[in-house]
């Protein structure tokens, strides 16, 4: 048998590797178009940001050592320029020799990847604004900046990429601006979690421009200037453009190939393109998303690799293995801070119309008496029927990894709020609570579904009645330390001797820090003959930030 495989990064270089352990004895080939195979590509800010220090670091694997571990032909700097389905013939180009040359197969697999989304703004293409993609783009980027010593970096586009070029050049010494045309930054969460991220990243001197829009570039001299709609102009010695990515769908559709909903090449669930020998993996596939059924786009290493691998299976066994699809598991490091996200964000469950509880709850990273915990918030979302755990999104400081692969696993098996109630974890007091975070989230989420707990959204306050009462259950200090406008303080230790101050026949509306009390306070009036009581998701924490965010 003879496999050729277009790509040669996260999806085509795992799916050649599992083809040669599974097949020892068939002719393989790679084609690459770029000077490089199997390299950590996620790790490229972290090399222009100097942590990662030895570029040789972020290779896997080299054509090379790839031919002698895995007996396998890969040919880099050729491009694959157009495939044949009928003849089952790839055409490809060395791009040293400019020869062009023909090559059969029996099956063939296209990890073409993604491709950088370049507007067609004026000025975006000239010296000074970089893409990153690749190790050639990272190359021009580190060399630049050392050569031309850059003070000023603008990055556009406020993705996880975008985010950790900003971290990295402004770890070098930078000053830093991110533009963003969206209200947000990174699009997957919802914006109560990205607007505490948005605090955070401001803190450190970042000049962070949401609900911003680039309109063109000019130079003076050696200086960049950037153009906004709104008619302000930012100097940049520097501007990584950071927009998006766009599956590489070029050859499969001039080969016939289907091209589905979301513009990526249609794979079935044994990664099988609509050409029965042809099969496709990483960027530039699209599937169903397990939680919506919407065609849906992964552009993430863990998935192409996974999907390499079952790949290779069915190619060499005959469509053994079936792909699941991806929930878009996600994890960045911005400064300080951890953001991570597994499944659909609430306000795409909403856009597909599909009926969801939002809770978010805030908890130690460890044990409070155990030095060193700090805060994290979990916001999850789940379906009011039957508990089904849609999304889990947290941000902190420490331990948000170990939690989010847990939520993860726990959205992608369809499991429920339940599981997390009894989620079993590995307790000491440097690593957790008795009561993990975890759990934590399955109580609060549990008593909602109980209608134990009742609550009401930061984005809610303006649709209390005039005559509906708003209390503020935190201590006397912590309310003249800040509070939101028309509240009333009644701390929740001195709720029981003060019912007489809370009319029955008022809808109540309780917040506190961040929800326990306000819980705990909600309880105690039910229980006393009021009828209508909400807590506030999230508490004043959350609001602060969200409020702070939308001005």
Known sequence: MKYIIVGAVAGGASTAARLRRMDEHAEIIIFEKGEYVSYANCGLPYYIGDVIKDRNKLFVQTAASFHQRFNIDVRVQTE???????????????????????????????????????????????????????????????????????????????????????????????????????????????????????????????????????????????????????????????????????????????????????????????????????????DAIEFKNPITQQALITYLAGPANKQ??????????????????????????????????????????????????????HSGSHAGYYPGAKQMSIQIAFSPEDGRLFSAQIVGFDGVDKRIDVLSSAIKRNSTIYELVEFEHAYAPPYSSAKDPINMAGFVAENILLKKLHLFYWNELDKIPKDGLLIDVRSADEFKNGNIAGAINIPVDEIRDRLHEIPKDKQVFIYCEAGLRGYLAQRILLQNGFESVSNLSGGYFLWKYCKAEIG
């Not at 975006?124 to 050569?147: A, C, L, M, P, W």
């Not at 991570?340 to 509880?357: C, D, E, F, P, V």
Request: glycine share 8%; hydrophobic share 45%; with cysteine.
């Open 80 to 282: 694959v320029i157009s495939i044949d389905p009928v003849a089952k013939m790839i055409n490809a180009k060395d791009q040293r020799t400019g020869e062009v040359y023909g090559e059969m197969y029996d099956k063939l697999v296209l990890s073409p990847g993604a491709v950088p989304i370049i507007p067609p703004l004026p000025g975006i293409i000239q010296e000074g604004i970089f893409t990153v993609r690749n190790v050639n783009d990272t190359d021009h980027i580190k060399s630049y900046v050392q050569q031309k010593h850059i003070k000023k970096a603008v990055v556009i586009g406020a993705g996880f990429i975008g985010l950790e070029m900003a971290e990295s050049l402004h770890g070098l010494g930078l000053h830093v601006t991110i533009i963003e045309m969206g209200n947000q930054i990174l699009a997957p969460v919802d914006f109560p979690i990205a607007s505490i991220v948005q605090q955070h990243i401001r803190s450190k001197g970042v000049d962070l421009r949401l609900n911003s829009a680039v309109t063109s570039f000019t130079k003076d001299d050696e200086q960049l200037k950037v153009h906004l709609k709104s008619g302000d102009m930012i100097d940049a010695d520097v501007v990584i453009l950071s927009i998006g990515v766009t599956p590489d769908t070029r050859l499969a559709a001039v080969a016939g190939l289907k091209i589905g909903d979301a513009k990526g090449i249609w794979v079935n669930e044994y990664l099988q393109s609509s050409d029965p020998d042809i099969y496709a993996v990483g």
């Open 308 to 361: 390499g691998r079952i790949c290779a299976n069915n190619i060499v066994f005959g469509n053994v293995q079936k792909y699941h699809g991806a929930i878009n598991t996600a994890i960045v490091k911005v400064f300080d801070m951890t953001v991570a996200t597994a499944g659909t964000a609430s306000k795409h469950l909403t856009t597909a119309r599909i009926k969801h509880i939002v809770s978010t709850t």
